[in-house]
């Protein structure tokens, strides 16, 4: 059976409106605001976490005992997720609850009543989930590697390299004027789209109408803030080194100490037609931990399993990173290893040896592996309708269409050996050569299937 097509349609205020037909009892919905912590300034630090944690608080029509109950009782599969380059409000409920999830998303987007009462309650539940997130250095170290390599003039993380977590200090002085601010300027209708998977299209638009389209277009002036807020990202680059034998040890006795080593370059867009040949080579590298139960579907035959995990049996840890944005990306790997002299003096000639040889040595067999591996992975997180309906929101609100899996599946299949030693040498070398592929738009598509 062929997929379903995604119908769009964009409302006189600029809000559009996604969706794409499939069977199932459920239907994902969702609402995607483009906004994120790269848009924050200084004032702003900090909203875009505090917003997504205040998410299901009281609002103009329902209390947050309200809210709660209402979610329960359509099974309470909701969530609100805030990222770099997205604010995310999703849900997946029965067909015949999908009025009231469009009525709540509508709620918890628009009206939301920021009371400072529950702006209290939030700050002490998020302090504790900075203290649990610090002691996790998988989630923390990214992180600093963003700061490190976006900065502004002065040297201080700006855009992509403003943390995902809002701080401590600002934890303790966010006010409910600087969220309510921060709404004001980027929760606009031609920054959002609606979403959703498994409903006819015209209901899905009826049903946003009603709760997004009596929102004003956006005025001249907030046009000419978001305008003066919304700066390219700078990579600059750089090291730290942070020293911690100081600190407390864990609290979990099954913990080692270990020492963490990343290495990222600047990378590409997600416009550029290379991001297939980038991510294939990423899952051709793959990696893992030093122990994993499992054969080659958990990538054990991934070059760095291979030729790092299986050789040096001192490295706990090596994974490549691979991180995508509007106008810029980051690409690189890590590792982690005893906190010994030896294992340090050893660590950076072997990660870097992994680097040079991508942009000389690829295997018919590893990059036929790579392919299929990634294409599954691609396929199965696919067949869950709340990541679904994030990747419909998500193209459309990025680059005004969707892509289909199958088309992203032809792509990845086209790629020789040779495109990936060339993205390769592009990030790793820094050569400075546009990629020759030269993929078809999802119009240039239709208009081909209807010759």
Known sequence: MAPSETH????????RIASQDAPGHFVACGVYVDAGTRFENDELAGCSHILDRTTFKSTKQFTTEQIVQELESMGGNCIAHSSREAIMYQGLVFRHDLAKMMKMLGQV???????PEEMDDTRQTTMYEIQELQQRPEMILPEHLHAVAFRNAKGEPDTLGRPLLCSMERLEVMSTEAMRKYRDIWYTPDRMVVAGIGMDHQMLVDLASKEFGDMPSISPATAK????LRAPARYEGGITIFDTKDLPPSPNPDDKQLTHVY???????????DVYALATLTSLMGGGGSFSAGGPGKGM????YTQVLNRYHWVENCNMLNFSYLDTG????QASIPPSPEAHAQIIPVLCDQLL??????GAEELSRAKNQLKSNLLMSLEAKVVECEDIGRQIMVQGHRLSVAEMCKRIESLTAEDLKRVARRIVLGQDVQSPLDFATPQDLADGQAK
């Open 330 to 333: 980051l690409f690189g790997i």
């Open 263 to 273: 290495i990222a370059f600047e990378s590409l867009p997600i416009s550029d037609p």
């Open 225 to 228: 803030l978001q305008s003066e």
């Open 301 to 304: 035959y991934t070059r760095l």
């Open 357 to 362: 040889r991508m942009t000389t040595e690829i």
């Open 109 to 115: 987007v628009r009206h939301p009543l920021l009371l």
């Open 8 to 15: 769009i349609t964009t409302l006189p205020n600029g809000l």
